[in-house]
């Protein structure tokens, strides 16, 4: 009796075990689509993430316009003459009072990265219009120096700078 009963429990310790592994093996594979339906979708993650973007061919004086975000960023590659002009003012007397410095990565002053929209209604700017040689919102007619400093106009505060970094000397990733 004693070798039949150790060998019910044997089979029977089996019948669990075997039962309890094909439930947790069934409740995850139940877990794993539910939980995977929470993240977001890849249109999603694709509008927000990072660009990195190649400097080189920026000519001295340009600025371009990429999209990150389906906002419009602007590089400006500034000129000396641009950082020494925008440099030269008084910039605590301004409308949003901000150091040229404070607006461009340390070493590399010729960079400038901001975001092209008016700070007043969201228009486009132009750049190298208006009296400052900066950027122009032609909608209401705020005036942005070379640093991005709201001059003149309707605008309460400076062109927004976005988060990015300097991965080489001649590219960055915005993001």
Known sequence: MTAVSWTHTNRR????IATGAVGAVGVTAAAVPLISQM???ASTIAAGAPIDVDLAPIA???VIKVFWRSKPIFISHRTK???DDAR???WHNLIDPESDQARVKEGRDQWLVVIGICTHLGCIPLPHQ???GGWFCPCHGSQYD???RVRRGPAPANLYLPPYEFLSETKIRIG
């Not at 310790?13 to 669990?16: A, G, I, K, R, V």
């Open 130 to 132: 208006g009296d400052y």
């Open 60 to 62: 001295e004086g340009q």
């Open 88 to 90: 030269s003012i008084n």
């Open 146 to 148: 070379t640093a991005g």
């Open 39 to 41: 993240n977001p979708d």
């Open 81 to 83: 003459k641009e950082i």
């Open 13 to 16: 310790d089996f019948l669990y």
